[in-house]
């Protein structure tokens, strides 16, 4: 027996070597993790499985010797009812993201806690696939298959879904496995997944280094400083395919487009569902797209603050859905008269620039990726980002993509910045006073093939792409309603083309339903949206038995919610905001006052929509005829 060997203790902070000896008893071993640690003996519980069993007691009197405890094994801790400070620390890292080529704004991004919590309460698509086995069946091959029918052999026995040959042989070919398959693959060799250890990368130097020494930049040791990084491709993707639930969704964000030839963005609402096409995978439905406050332009987006923004995410959460990305459109006309865009995101140019990359993962930052799996309790994210774009066919059509979880973890802590005049190109930055930031590298290959590892500066930001295909859905899904763009409610945030969200806009929307299709009156998300944040009378607080009976589809709710004293305080106010005749004292028959100029204060086009003064004769935006 050797004299002292080595254990891992594996915590919130991350994995600590611990030289034991095996002669040591367990509360003296206890000891001794604490004093490495730096934590209060009695702030944690220390296991043999991650599972939180067999706990490690200082009540009983065996040794690590006598508990077979061997060089290399390792113990996993989790802090108790009286843990101290020191495991729970909150980093609130601003990460950098710039106005992208789209212009969007940069925002702050707030990390998750690295708190190693119990348990997370994971995404239902996530404990639905944790159940499954993950493999893949395969039948009986009467040429090769000699057995009977109760036997397997290497011919029809069934495949782990990481399989390449698999992966490689569908129609088309897999080219990234799902995150559940790479848990699997990971957990399926001879030690199942014992030295499994999903750890975030860290690029900042670690706070209150027990070598005492001064902080950055007059001191740093090997302790507290981060580790180089290597950036590989990423092998996992989160989401394996965005499906949108019919092509109206496209149509009503683009409309915008059509309209004014700016750019647009929003935030797609959906859900995330298992997806079959491949081995333990996820796909986002996206059901439908909220557009927030912004300055666009025909070659740029500037997002602007919004203050509805969680009453937004609220109501959205009521009806079962969440934001599952962010879709932007990047179209520049080729030819008006055939309805052609060019195509600029190619091979020769870029796909995703860097800005858009940096904005990408300061999205997936803030809608982290819960995994009981991981350290600090998340990892990754299954956010997409999505981009209407022309393709080779010089047609509109969308893109969708993720950035890995390397580039998630260096715009977290600052170190990613675009490039001046290169698109595709990113760079590091370079350590100043303020800001220790360590080297990147990235592995090329040369004409020869030999592998060379280059400085990340500049960056390709190809290195850090998850393409994710996406399209619709075969049948139709309509979570609102799908009736004409026309009879839609206006859409949020779009006042400049005269699409305003009023009462007036409302009465004229409702006036197309009777009162027996109230509960299809109430299926548009924009109308919910209106009616949750109306400054007048907002209703966000007695919307639920409305919202219930969306998500159930029941008529009976609705029909309860529109007799209660809220839907008819808002019709009495849309009464009141409907326009009256000034030089008349009979009936107004409302035909007869859409035809009159004389008795209408405004028109609005049929063309665009604007309102438009009732002295006018054309419309004023667009110089239609008035009706």
């Not at 848990?183 to 690029?203: I, M, T, Y």
């Not at 987006?301 to 990047?330: C, H, N, Q, Y």
């Not at 859409?594 to 086009?605: E, G, H, K, L």
Request: aromatic share 10%.
């Amino acid at each position: 027996m050797s004299n002292s060997i080595i254990v891992r203790v594996q915590s919130s902070e991350g994995t600590k070597r611990v030289k034991v000896s095996p002669s040591l008893s367990l509360s003296k071993f206890l000891q001794k993790v604490a004093d490495e640690l730096q934590i209060p003996r009695d702030g944690f519980n220390i296991y043999r499985c991650r599972n939180r069993t067999q706990e490690i007691t200082s009540a009983s009197r065996q040794t690590l010797h006598t508990l077979h405890i061997r060089n290399g094994d390792m113990f996993y801790l989790f802090p108790n009812a009286h843990g101290s400070s020191a495991m729970e620390t909150e980093d609130e890292v601003s990460a950098f993201a710039s106005s992208s080529s789209t212009g969007a704004a940069a925002s702050n991004v707030v990390t998750p806690s690295s708190v190693a919590a119990i348990k997370v309460d994971e995404d239902d698509v996530d404990v639905l696939l944790a159940k499954q086995d993950g493999k893949i069946y395969r039948q009986r091959d009467l040429q090769f298959c000699h057995h009977n029918e109760n036997s397997k052999c290497v011919h029809c026995v069934p495949l782990e879904p990481y399989d390449e040959k698999y992966m490689m042989m569908q129609d088309p070919p897999i080219k990234h496995m799902s995150f559940h398959t790479y848990l699997r693959k990971l957990k399926g060799g001879a030690d199942k997944g014992k030295f499994v250890n999903l750890e975030n990368l860290s690029c900042k130097i670690k706070t209150n280094c027990p070598t005492g020494h001064a902080s950055w930049p007059d001191g740093i040791c090997t302790n507290c400083q981060p580790s180089p990084v290597t950036l590989d491709r990423q092998v996992y993707r989160h989401v394996d395919n965005v499906m949108f639930e019919n092509s109206k969704v496209i149509d009503n964000f683009l409309e915008y487009w059509r309209k004014t030839g700016f750019q647009r963005t929003g935030y797609m609402f959906g859900r995330y569902d298992i997806h079959k096409d491949v081995p333990l995978g996820i796909k986002a439905i996206v059901s439908t797209i909220y557009e927030p406050p912004q300055r666009a332009t025909a070659h740029s987006i500037e997002l602007l603050p919004d203050a509805k923004d969680k009453t937004i995410d609220s109501i959205a959460m009521k009806l079962g859905l969440r934001k599952v990305g962010w879709i932007f459109t990047d179209l520049i006309p080729e030819d008006l008269n055939k309805g052609t865009v060019k195509h600029t995101r190619n091979m020769d140019a870029h796909f995703l620039s860097a800005e858009e990359c940096i904005m990408a993962a300061s999205f997936q930052n803030q809608h982290c990726n819960p995994c009981n799996e991981a350290t600090d309790r998340y990892f990754g994210s299954k956010f997409v980002t999505c981009i209407i774009t022309g393709d080779v066919n010089n047609q509109i059509h969308q893109e969708c993509y993720q950035v890995s979880n390397q580039c998630m973890a260096l715009v977290r802590d600052g170190c990613l910045i675009p490039t001046k005049d290169a698109p595709e190109l990113g760079y590091i930055r370079e350590s100043t006073q303020d800001q220790y930031v360590p080297d990147v590298f990235y592995n090329e290959k040369d004409s020869y093939g030999n592998v060379l590892k280059k400085l990340a500066r500049p960056l390709p930001v190809e290195f850090l792409l998850l393409d994710v295909p996406s399209g619709f859905s075969k049948d139709p899904i309509y979570a609102f309603n799908g009736r004409n763009a026309a009879n839609h409610f206006p859409i949020e945030n779009r006042s400049e083309f005269g699409e305003i969200q009023d009462l007036t806009a409302l009465s004229k929307y409702m006036k197309q339903f009777p009162k027996s299709e109230f509960l299809q009156a109430m299926s548009d998300f924009h109308l919910l949206m209106y009616l949750a944040t109306f400054e007048m009378f907002p209703l966000k607080e007695h919307m639920d038995l409305l919202l219930d009976a969306l998500k159930l589809h029941d008529m009976k709710l609705a029909e309860e919610w529109s007799k209660g004293e809220h839907w008819s305080t808002l019709q009495h106010f849309m009464a009141a905001q409907a326009p009256s005749p000034t030089f008349s004292s009979g009936p107004i028959d409302i035909s007869d006052e859409a035809s009159s100029s004389s008795a209408a204060a405004t028109w609005a086009c049929n063309a665009c929509t604007f309102i438009n003064s009732g002295n006018r004769q054309a419309c004023e935006l667009c110089e239609s005829s008035r009706p």
